[in-house]
């Protein structure tokens, strides 16, 4: 199983909106509602920002949401704070009933 | 209040094999399914398997399949991941996780950093 597609970086302005696409097949992606979102900070443990595609988590700031579109989920932060500045990964489940993460996509702001 | 707690840095030879605990607290220990990811040094997350503490049925992604072993401790609420043939490409923080009811891996050990080097 591959891993998703992720853009190696992202950037943007305090107050802009970025969107992180995440990218697959019919396979995982495409063929289930189950996508997460985990944002990653230097030496910390992932930390869940958005599962089953759209849902965000209890104390999750609603400047993040998620969406999907045929093989692609998207993750988009609006309002953009230099506090929102760590790695982002996708994950999804796949038909062989394993999970596969993406490559992982650094946000800069700038 | 959901605490993973896993064991500590190891050390060890190519060929060797390195199993890692996590101990789990403040919930039933059988009742969520626990997951073993991996991150090697400036590398990205890898998922490696996941395990039910209740039946010790589970999964592997294919790469580790034969080379990776997933067991638990019911009276000890603690989970294991045993890899075994390691190589300098194992070199990675290792983590559990578990879900909550439908949100997919919201608990996260600390990780234990396993290096690889003769």
């Known amino acids: 199983q591959s891993a998703l597609t992720q853009p190696a970086s992202v950037s943007g302005s305090p107050g802009q909106s970025i969107t992180i696409s995440c990218t697959g097949s019919s396979s995982d992606v495409g063929g289930y509602n189950f996508v997460s979102w985990y944002q990653q900070l230097p030496g910390k443990a992932p930390k869940l920002m958005i599962y089953d595609v759209i849902h965000r988590p209890s104390g999750v700031s609603d400047r993040f949401s998620g969406s999907k579109s045929a093989n692609t989920a998207s993750l988009t932060i609006s309002g953009l704070r230099a506090e929102d500045e760590a790695d982002y990964y996708c994950?999804?489940?796949?038909?062989?009933?394993?999970?596969?993460f993406g490559g992982g996509t650094k946000l800069t702001v700038l | 209040q959901v605490h993973l707690v896993q064991s500590g840095a190891e050390v060890k030879k190519p060929g060797a094999s390195v199993k890692v605990s996590c101990n789990a607290s403040?919930?039933?220990?059988?009742?969520?399914?626990m997951h073993w990811v991996r991150q090697a040094p400036g590398q990205g997350l890898e998922w490696m398997g996941w395990m039910a503490p209740s039946s010790g049925n589970g999964g592997l992604a294919r790469k580790f399949q034969g080379r990776v072993i997933l067991t638990r401790d019911i009276t000890l609420s603690a989970a294991y991941m045993e890899v075994s043939s390691l190589t300098s490409e194992d070199t990675a923080v290792y983590y559990c996780a578990r879900s909550a009811a439908e949100e997919f891996l919201v608990f996260w050990g600390q990780g234990t950093p396993v290096t690889v080097s003769s």
């Open positions: 994950v999804s489940y796949t038909s062989i009933s394993t999970w596969v």
């Open positions: 403040g919930y039933t220990f059988t009742r969520f399914d």
